[in-house]
């Protein structure tokens, strides 16, 4: 079974219960269905789905689907709307499931890693869309706040804390390259995973995701702060090894680095001061 990403636009639709569904051509249209209705299943093969903690306006569910004799873990993210203003928007644009899916081609396009949706859903009344969901593989590995937290400051071996930081750095670096802005680039929507000496990372939660001819310097801090966001386990020197990388990148930001560097610290701090957990971080 060929798993491999592809566009949405390759997918097979069709209805069940209320859903139009767009879904991934190697899998199984019936299973895809109930999961989208249920998004709970406990026939003892397959498995049950277990509710994960998430944001208020979404709901997601991971579980195993075993087909032709091969298991896979997917992760159910079922999006409802943050408002009434929220809603009307959604009247003239696409469903928060389609724009994750479309942010999730981007990065793709670019050779950036993004996890692959295998199915996308959406329920309607008439042409109101009322809710949305993506049904995805599991990305491999850890998430990049967890994973700093539990390594040493000093590690400098091949593959280790000091290459990690690196290699995020780098790929930020190239996805601001590409004129792409992610929506939400917190160090918990970032997957890292070793391979060999190297480090595989991963761009979680696309649904703002979005590509334009030069990117903003807005939307160029708006990420380089989110992705600083660590009220401990990043040292000074750790950030400024991830700012060196990321200009690698970006080499046209080398000459004005110093006050770029100064303006992504200064709006870290002012925006860690307003977090419960970050008034005592040390930047």
């Known amino acids: 079974m060929d798993a491999t990403p592809v566009p949405i636009r390759q997918f097979e639709r069709f209805y069940v219960k209320g859903w139009t569904l767009w879904v991934h051509p190697a899998f199984p249209r019936d299973w895809m269905g109930r999961a989208a209705a249920a998004a709970a299943l406990d026939d003892g093969v397959r498995g049950p789905f277990e509710r994960l903690g998430s944001s208020r306006h979404t709901a997601v569910s991971r579980g195993r689907l075993v087909f032709h004799g091969r298991a896979f873990e997917l992760f159910i993210k079922r999006f409802y709307h943050r408002s009434t203003i929220d809603f009307a928007k959604h009247l003239v644009r696409p469903s928060r499931a389609r724009r994750d899916a479309v942010g999730c081609e981007i990065l793709r396009a670019h050779g950036l890693n993004a996890p692959t949706i295998v199915a996308v859903g959406e329920r309607s009344a008439g042409p109101v869309c009322l ?152 930047l």
């Open 131 to 282: 809710e949305s969901l993506t049904v995805s593989l599991r990305a491999p590995g850890e998430h990049l706040y967890d994973c700093l937290q539990g390594t040493a400051d000093e590690d400098a071996s091949p593959g280790g804390r000091h290459d990690l930081i690196v290699a995020v750095g780098r790929c930020v670096g190239r996805m601001h390259a590409a004129g792409i802005a992610h929506g939400d680039l917190r160090p918990r929507n970032v997957l890292v995973q070793p391979d060999g000496e190297r480090w595989q990372v991963t761009f979680l939660d696309n649904e703002r995701t979005c590509k334009s001819e030069r990117l903003s310097d807005a939307a160029r801090l708006k990420n380089l702060v989110q992705i600083n966001m660590f009220p401990t386990g990043l040292s000074r020197t750790d950030r400024m090894r991830f700012f060196r990388a990321y200009l690698d990148e970006n080499p046209s930001l080398k000459p004005p680095a110093r006050t770029w560097a100064a303006r992504i610290m200064e709006a870290t701090r002012r925006r860690l001061e307003r977090k419960p957990y970050g008034r005592d971080a040390r």
